[in-house]
């Protein structure tokens, strides 16, 4: 089993540790991802999933996706998109803005809308689309270029192996396998034994995605699948501590009621400053203000009243009042 302490280098970026964190749309932007760094030691963070086309044409949201807070680093940002040209030329772009370490390409979003758009999974079922597209972003940059795949489209059309192979045929310096397929979004199992035929029948790094949710998981998906790294996803929502659990190898790490409330409070100070706006920050911030305190007793009054609080100062005074009735040692093992 591979050592998660170890670094890793991939041509001119030496990648601290082997804990990824995954590139999830809406839930890991760079004040959320500021946040799971101060607490838990990744090795590298990912942008959210960013069009191609829009970065192209500059569109504000796509060109927001694409920022790092602050000495993040090292930092990826995942392109999605169809056309070979306009990924290349995107690739080239972050590389000469210096925006990133690496470029990482997405093979496996299972989104409806990116999938109607002939980008992310869907590109699964052409592997002569793949071939081209990494060739001409491989031509365009020097600096890491990346994929994130999955097992395959459907349990009859698993071909992550082939998929994998035409990614370090073209010069892909390492690949990402969440181990479901699109059909099954992010349900069911993932199937760890599949990503390992994947690390077997390649010689780049392989990263194991889906189901790690703590060390006692992903010990087992590093034995099982032989894997170079883990990725974390949905493990973090609203438990920054479990990225520490992972990487210090030990379940028991809990916090407490103050540590709680604090990085709350930091998160929507990096909210706040990420946004420069408070009406704009506090909409996308309610989803992590539900994810914290779930499980905590009182979560249920809490979800009714905090949604409706659309002021800094108000949310502030509401979660200082909320947290002063809690234990100071705090257990998520039932909801009121």
Known sequence: MI??????TLRNVTIPNRLFLAPVDSVFDPPFRRTLKR???????????????G????????YRKSLRFPGEAPFAVQLSDYQPEVLAAMATRLQDEKACEFVDLNLGCPARRTVNSQSGASLLLHPDRIQAIVRAMRKAIEIPLTAKIRIGWDMERI??????KILEGEGVDLVTVHGRTRTQAYGGRSNWEY?????????????????????????????????????????????????????????SIRPTRDE????????????????????????????????????FPGARKYRREVVWIDRKDELIAY?????????????????E
Not at 201 to 212: M, T
């Open 195 to 251: 990503i390992g035929e994947v690390k077997q029948a390649v010689c780049i790094p392989v990263v194991a995605n889906g189901d790690a949710v703590d060390w006692a998981s992903a010990k087992r998906m590093l034995e099982v699948t032989g894997a170079d790294g883990v990725m974390v996803a949905r493990a973090a929502f609203g438990d920054p501590w479990a990225l520490r659990r992972i990487y210090e190898q030990d379940d």
């Open 3 to 8: 050592d998660l302490h170890a670094p890793l």
């Open 159 to 164: 071909n992550g192996v082939e998929i994998a």
């Open 39 to 53: 607490i838990g030691k990744v090795g590298v963070t990912y942008s959210e999933v960013i069009n191609a086309t």
């Open 55 to 62: 970065l192209f044409h500059r569109a504000k949201k796509a």
């Open 260 to 295: 709680v409330l604090e990085t709350m409070l930091d998160h929507l100070e990096f909210q706040l400053d990420f946004f420069d706006d408070e009406e704009k920050s506090l909409p996308p911030f309610r989803k992590h203000l539900l994810w914290y305190v779930k499980g």
């Open 319 to 335: 979660l200082k009042h909320f947290f002063e009735n809690l234990p100071e040692e705090l257990s998520k093992a039932s909801e």
